[in-house]
């Protein structure tokens, strides 16, 4: 078999490796144009005028099979294996039905031990609340409402106290001290009363402050001095002509 570049009419001889290679696709070696051998087929050595094979349009029969595969086997599904079964005669393991049983005629159980948990969760929380200097306390803010039946001179110490003039007034005079709860609780804020002394001890006057005239904020005041705690306070006095020379300061 021979094929001819439709290019440059180099002619080629084929062989069968070659048409199997590339389904017929070859490349011209002479122009280097790539065409399908199948289209340009012949017989013998073409010349000029030689036309190439052409096909009858229908691709050729295969006759005598050498050997023909066998049908696979079908195997045929019965539609009633599909049902779903009947599990109301199944039977229990021995021992489960009972359990099913007494699960079913105790549905209020988990619910009951579930509340009792949870009220003794609440009670151990509250008890801890109220526990005075506990974390869950400190947490929480504060235990209790200050106890207003503690001795405010016996559980409020004064760390620092200080006596100086007013900065900015000539008739006036501002004391300074530190409050120390020594409680293990919280205490209300007290009735500071101050008395002021010239040099020779006379009493110069007595000036009573309630809470809200030394704390300023209102919240502070209703949670109380918390335990522990080491408040710094400022009190301005105008004494006029006096000149205090000491003074003493008690809780009510």
């Not at 290679?21 to 050595?45: P, W």
């Not at 029969?61 to 045929?76: F, G, I």
């Not at 599990?87 to 619910?111: C, I, K």
Request: some cysteine; hydrophobic content about 40%; proline content about 10%.
């Amino acid at each position: 078999m021979f094929t001819r570049c439709p290019a440059c009419q180099a002619v080629y001889e084929l062989q069968a490796n070659v048409l199997a290679e590339a389904a017929g696709v070859v490349r011209c070696g002479n122009c280097g144009k790539t065409f399908n051998s199948l289209s340009e087929l012949f017989e013998h050595h073409p010349d000029q005028s030689t036309e190439p094979l052409r096909g009858g349009g229908m691709p050729p029969m295969l006759e005598h099979p050498d050997m023909v595969q066998a049908e696979l086997p079908v195997e045929y599904f019965d539609d009633t294996d599909d049902q779903p079964e009947d599990t109301s005669a199944v039977e229990p393991l021995p021992g489960f039905e009972s359990e099913l049983q007494d699960d079913n005629r105790r549905p209020w159980l988990w619910p009951a031990i579930s509340a009792a948990l949870l009220a003794l969760l609440v009670i151990q929380l509250w008890s801890f609340w109220q526990t005075p200097g506990s974390p869950i306390a400190h947490w929480l803010g504060s235990a209790a409402q200050p106890d207003a039946g503690l001795d405010p001179n016996e559980t409020i110490q004064i760390v620092s106290r200080d006596l100086h003039p007013h900065p900015s007034l000539d008739d006036a005079v501002v004391i300074s001290a530190s409050l120390h709860n020594q409680a293990e609780t919280a205490v209300p804020f007290p009735i500071v009363e101050v008395r002021f002394f010239d040099a020779s001890q006379q009493v110069l006057g007595v000036r009573r402050l309630r809470p809200e005239e030394y704390v300023r904020d209102s919240g502070v005041i209703e949670r109380g001095l918390p335990a522990g705690v080491v408040m710094p306070v400022l009190l301005e006095f105008v004494v006029g002509t006096s000149d205090p020379a000491g003074f003493q300061m008690r809780f009510h």
